[in-house]
């Protein structure tokens, strides 16, 4: 009998094991052709990226107005890597619905529920502080550009320019879930929204002082911009935890 419930084991844990591999076959798969794809559009993309930038670069009075590349091979693996990241964009829903297939069977019918209204949530909220840092990003730039003045001319490497707009971008989607975060505290028990009043200013302040902390570059303009937002999300966040409480 004991060998009976192992096979059967054993056979879960294999079919669990084969299920999570179609999962991830099909999602590099996915992004592989979705990277294949943005390949083809690789100028247009590094066009896009580099606006933040090039829009500094031609308001002052610069040598270049756009940036340079410092290494021979470059040139080929800055689009490369443009578009890899832009084809895990495009693969991301399906990218999610694998894995939504992977985890639904095991999620009871209510929490199957909350599952997507949180992920569709989460990726709303991550693509809101992107394209709200890519807005905010040439602020940021203007400032650093021009603070040493005539003492130094500015030549930005793209490479290292689109690594510094990567964290940017990352930062500001990451931080954005801070709603998500909170609501699923609130119902785990953890918060509740009186709790989270009675400490809004300490709150206000940890926000601030993380905002200060993360944001790359030197410049008082993009913790600024990251802050007030969160502390707006935080406000909402409150509010959302009454409703769901009183449903």
């Known amino acids: 009998m004991q060998d009976v419930v192992n096979d059967e084991r054993r056979m879960t844990i294999i079919e669990h094991l084969e299920e999570l591999r179609r999962v991830l076959m099909i999602s590099v798969g996915a992004w592989v052709v979705g990277t294949v794809g943005a390949f083809f559009f690789h100028d247009r993309l590094l066009t896009l990226l580099e606006k933040p930038l090039t829009d500094v670069l031609g ?23 443009v578009s890899a990241i832009a084809g895990f964009v495009v693969a ?24 997507w209204p949180f992920v569709v949530s989460a990726v709303l909220l991550f693509a809101m502080g992107a394209c709200f840092a890519y807005f905010v990003m040439p602020v940021g730039l203007n400032f650093l550009a021009g603070f040493l003045g005539t003492n130094a001319e500015f030549l930005p490497d793209l490479n290292a320019y689109l690594s510094f707009f990567t964290l940017l971008i990352v930062i500001f989607g990451v931080t954005f879930e801070l709603p998500i975060a909170i609501l699923l505290l609130g119902l785990l028990g953890i918060v509740s929204s009186r709790w989270l009043r009675t400490r809004r200013k300490g709150i206000w302040v940890g926000i601030v002082f993380v905002a200060l902390v993360v944001t790359p570059g030197a410049d008082p303009f993009t913790p600024t911009a990251l802050f007030l937002p969160l502390i707006a999300l935080f406000e909402v966040s409150i509010l959302l935890l009454d409703k769901v409480f009183k449903r």
């Open 92 to 115: 991301l829903p399906i990218i999610l619905w694998q894995v939504w297939t992977f985890v639904a069977p095991g999620l009871r019918q209510s929490e199957r529920k909350f599952a």
């Open 59 to 81: 308001r002052g009075r610069h040598i270049v107005t756009v940036p340079i590349v410092t290494t021979p091979t470059e040139p080929l693996t800055i689009p490369l890597k």
